[in-house]
């Protein structure tokens, strides 16, 4: 019997499957479903060049369908997968159609946090997610709107910083005492804080958000502190959840992202899963990880793609990340979850410095800002779990290069 | 439009027609060219789009710029032609153009 690979969902880890499962010499049936109605494309993008209409949505396309079929990959837009029958190894769509895989991929992603409270789904609350989401926003994002911005991630300052680019007047609110909490050490927080405001954004920390009001649209956010803000326009940005409803439903083990091993293999060894709704055994971090990335996700595509090949392969870089901000551009490296000591090389009021984040001496994670040469090293130093010392990496007649061993 | 030849690190040749205006990184994937990876999207943030502009093209190419450079600095085995290929835009000038691909990308 010939081989059928069927990925659900066409993102960023679906689409580099395809290519991956050529490139191997895959040469079998590939089947690629996705629920939104467009050719995959690249999310990081739309809080960044699409939402400020310096990118159209062509250009936000990984690639044109041509490729598809050059490559025959078949390419279902538009239409959900309903379930799985492990059993007899097939999918249903929703519009019926029954599709045989001898192995299938979880690129299913995520979406979109939804703010739990009453008029959150009213027309002028946001998320950026999909092109949908952008398309809705753009026509309530015009120059004098007040926009207020709900989390103090990535997302919210991406989306903060292209506000103030098109001259609207952007409050942000996150309930942390901190910007970038979940991610970032206490420095890059500050530095992002001060960057931010200097730029013109309300910045407001420890600010809960506990009841919208207003009629059609919602007029109002009321803090916990009981504060009530104005705003037009209200961008959600608290948080992805992983899409993992059909793996559940097929029984497959789920906690937080679909639980995979280190090739990417589910608890059926003919599933497999990578990107935002997997939960992997990495290689390199040698814990659980959920991560949200690029990289991440065509790294994961990949592995499934060499394993589905017969090849060796496993899923062990250095997670890496970047955010674009104003002029800023912040690369990272590693995760810095349990650091001791966090070191700094460069000049913050120059915008251009490296944060180290140390572990036992160890360089476990980097957060570099407008320095994409320390970024280059970090990755190598983080990979190779380096140690060094305080001094040494804060002292920039030290060539951090002359680090690597 | 114009032709770009991409040499795999084996040696193997692949001649794919560019739009003017297309980066040659998006024309690699566009192409299903194996060795260009492209992982930031063209964002200039990742280097996994590294490629040796040939020698009879370099100037052509023009000189990268300084986040280029930095970037560059980092990858493997790093060459004076050596380019990203997202930064690359194609023109008319850049007919013909052959672009060499590095045996790996991290």
């Not at chain 1, 979880?106 to 997610?129: D, I, Q, S």
């Not at chain 1, 130093?381 to 920039?396: F, I, P, Q, W, Y």
């Not at chain 2, 789009?49 to 020698?55: E, N, P, R, W």
Request: aromatic share 6%; proline share 4%.
């Amino acid at each position: 019997m010939s081989e059928t690979v069927v990925i659900i969902g066409a993102g960023q880890a679906g689409c580099d499957m395809t290519a991956a499962l050529r490139q191997q010499g895959f040469d079998g049936r590939i089947v690629m479903i996705g629920e939104e109605p467009v050719l995959p494309y690249r999310r990081p993008p739309l809080s960044k060049a699409y939402l400020s209409d310096e990118m159209t949505e062509e250009q936000l396309y990984i690639k044109p369908a041509s490729t598809y079929e050059k490559q025959n990959v078949e390419v279902i837009t538009g239409v959900r997968v309903e379930r799985i029958d492990r059993a007899a190894k097939n999918v249903t769509l929703a519009n019926g159609e029954v599709i045989d895989y001898t192995k299938l991929a979880f690129c299913t992603g995520g979406h979109a946090r939804r703010l739990p409270l009453p008029g959150a789904e009213k027309p002028n609350v946001h998320y950026v997610r999909t092109i949908a989401d952008i398309e809705k926003l753009k026509a309530q994002f015009l120059p004098g709107k007040r926009l207020l911005i709900i989390g103090g991630g990535y997302i919210g300052l991406e989306a903060a910083a292209v506000g103030i680019k098109k001259e609207l007047r952007v409050t942000l609110v996150e309930a942390m005492p901190r910007l970038l909490a979940r991610v970032t050490g206490p420095e890059l927080s500050e530095y992002y804080y001060c960057v931010h405001s200097a730029k013109g954004v309300d910045i407001k920390l420890g600010a809960g958000v506990d009841a919208l009001e207003g009629g059609e649209l919602v007029e109002r956010v009321v803090l916990a502190d009981g504060t009530r803000l104005e705003a037009d326009v209200i961008i959600v940005g608290i948080g992805l959840i992983p899409n993992t409803e059909l793996a559940e439903a097929a029984a497959l083990e789920v906690d937080n992202g679909i639980l995979v091993d280190q090739q990417c293999r589910s608890s059926d060894p003919d599933i497999f899963a990578a990107g935002d709704c997997a939960n992997h055994d990495h290689g390199f971090l040698l814990r659980r990880m959920r991560l949200e990335s690029v990289p991440n996700a065509s790294e994961g595509a990949r592995v499934i793609a060499a394993t589905i090949c017969g090849k060796e392969a496993v899923h062990n870089g250095a997670p890496w990340f970047w955010s674009d901000q104003y002029d800023l551009k912040l690369q990272m490296v590693g995760i810095n979850q349990g650091y001791e000591e966090v070191v700094i090389r460069g000049s913050m009021e120059e915008n251009s410095f490296s944060a180290f984040y140390l572990c036992g001496g160890v360089i476990i994670s980097a957060d570099t800002v407008n320095r994409p040469k320390d970024f280059m090293v970090a990755k190598k130093l983080v990979a190779g779990r380096v140690k060094a010392d305080a001094a040494t990496l804060s002292d920039e007649s030290v060539e951090l290069k002359s680090l690597i061993a | 439009m114009g032709q770009v030849t991409y040499v795999s690190f084996d040696g193997e040749q692949t001649v794919v027609d560019v739009p003017n205006g297309d980066n040659l990184m998006q024309a690699a994937i566009d192409n299903g060219i194996s060795g260009i990876l492209g992982d930031c999207g063209g964002g200039c943030a990742c280097a996994t789009c590294h490629c040796i502009v040939d020698d009879a093209w370099a100037a052509k190419t023009g000189e990268p710029d300084e986040i280029e450079l930095d970037m560059l600095d980092g990858v493997v085995d790093p060459k004076p032609n050596s380019r990203l290929s997202c930064q690359i835009t194609m023109s008319d000038e850049l007919e013909g153009l052959v672009i060499h691909l590095p045996e790996s990308q991290f």
